[in-house]
């Protein structure tokens, strides 16, 4: 089974501060992971995925993430934030392996940034 | 015009009362899903469909019911709502194509209030 535990509900940045938001996943198989990003009233959009090419997945916006197997974890980041990334921001996992299996979420993480 | 769509955007129901909430897709995309989302819990499936023949319960499915139409319609019935059913609904599709990766495209969420 797999699951996705997002480390802090809520991040608070300055304007073209570092963006770090943490991601953990469990899974007994090699994962895929994607980060999907919600902005208000919106439905979630992609950032990026990984599907066991590179370590190192880059994505839309500047957003970039890495796939670190030894940690079970996919953090994302962006060097310099934006107002305009104030969102939420999903982890979510699916079993690489078995076709047809649904995403797993994690629960969100708030991204406010500050002028 | 939008991949996928929701109907209704917004809906405010009383206890006991039968809703439906649609989903219509034009990607051609098999697969299709509802999650429900709530504040501080992320996104949890409640059911999916691989094809038309084909339908599956995901994490959260009592009170709930579905029907796949067609391919490109998925409907979600709260046969008789409840309080707690309050919450941000999201129909999403995927590729099958392209199983194994899972990326899930979004409708813009359905509000639904039960009061």
């Known amino acids: 089974a797999q699951s996705v535990t997002q480390l802090g509900s809520h991040v608070s940045v300055s304007e073209g501060a570092l963006v770090l938001l943490r991601c953990n996943y469990s899974s007994s198989v090699p994962p895929y992971l994607f980060w999907y990003v919600q902005y208000p009233n919106q439905g979630l959009q992609l950032l990026l995925k990984?599907?066991?090419?590179?370590?190192l997945v880059k994505g839309i916006n500047g957003f970039e993430a890495e796939f670190k197997k030894s940690e079970t974890s996919f953090h994302l980041t962006k060097p310099s934030a934006h107002m305009s990334d104030a969102a939420e921001y999903f982890c979510a996992v699916s079993a690489a392996n078995q076709a047809g299996t649904a995403l797993i979420f994690g629960k969100g993480t708030t991204l406010s940034v500050s002028s | 015009d939008a991949d996928v769509t929701q109907t209704p955007r917004n809906r405010i129901t009383k206890t006991g009362k039968r809703i439906m909430l649609e989903c219509s897709q034009t990607k051609g995309h098999d697969r299709m899903y509802w999650y429900r989302q709530d504040p501080g819990l992320g996104l949890r499936l409640i059911y999916y469909?691989?094809?038309?023949?084909?339908?599956n319960k995901g994490e959260i499915s009592d009170g709930y019911s579905v029907s796949r139409q067609a391919q490109a319609k998925f409907s979600l019935s709260l046969e008789s709502a409840i309080p707690n059913q309050t919450a941000l609904y999201f129909c999403a599709t995927s590729d099958p194509s392209r199983a194994s990766t899972d990326t899930q495209y979004f409708g813009p969420g359905t509000r639904l209030t039960v009061l």
């Open positions: 990984y599907t066991s090419a590179a370590t």
């Open positions: 469909s691989f094809d038309v023949k084909d339908i």
